[in-house]
């Protein structure tokens, strides 16, 4: 397990990716911007003219069974490819009913009931994505997820999305925005 990455997502007038469309899906949107840069690394600092900047960290694997990690670990493909043209960023908060539960409780909701892992597999290795834990950091989201995936590949992810929020953990969201690049191949 590589050690913690802090990545930075910051909305402006420059960056490497274009903002096609940002869509609030649940609670307050974030204001809009034209390009999105993508900065790893703890000295990474915004540009001043920065819209907003979201912050996560890379870390463990919290809820995913080491069967579970093995068959991803198997078919999914890494960030950066450059087939790869279309990207979405999906900060999530979930309510404090949510926080509220025990960790084995949780898990329940996300694999047993909802089988959030399950409907990931499904759409590897078409789309490939990384999750930013933020919680912990003071940042107004728990998680960012940043998924990268090829023009032709949208609908595929458009499915997955929509699966997702079909499912009982898609209950304890109370703020969603739904971000949605691209970048020139």
């Known amino acids: 397990m590589p050690p913690p990455l802090l990545v930075s997502f910051i909305a402006g007038d420059a960056g490497a990716w274009t903002i096609d469309q940002l869509t609030p899906v649940r609670g307050e949107a974030l204001a809009l911007a034209a390009r999105l840069d993508v900065l790893e690394g703890a000295g990474s600092a915004p540009a001043p003219d920065a819209i907003w900047q979201l912050r996560g960290t890379t870390s463990n694997l919290r809820y995913t069974l080491r069967k579970e990690a093995a068959a991803l ?10 087939q790869a043209t279309c990207a979405a960023l999906i900060p999530i908060r ?41 919680r ?15 023009p032709q590949d949208a609908n595929r992810f458009d499915d ?17 925005v739904d971000i949605r690049l691209s970048r020139a191949a």
Not at 73 to 82: D, F, I, K, S, T
């Open 94 to 134: 979930k309510n404090e009913a949510w926080w509220a539960l025990a960790q084995d409780e949780r898990r329940a909701i996300l694999e047993e009931q909802s089988r959030h892992v399950a409907l990931g597999m499904d759409y590897l290795p078409a789309v490939a994505r990384r999750l930013h834990h933020c």
């Open 136 to 150: 912990d950091i003071g940042e107004p989201f728990d998680f960012l997820t940043w998924f990268e995936y090829a």
């Open 160 to 176: 997955l999305v929509g699966a997702l929020r079909e499912t009982p953990e898609w209950n304890y969201v109370d703020r969603e």
């Open 73 to 82: 670990a198997a078919v999914q493909e890494g960030l950066g490819r450059a």
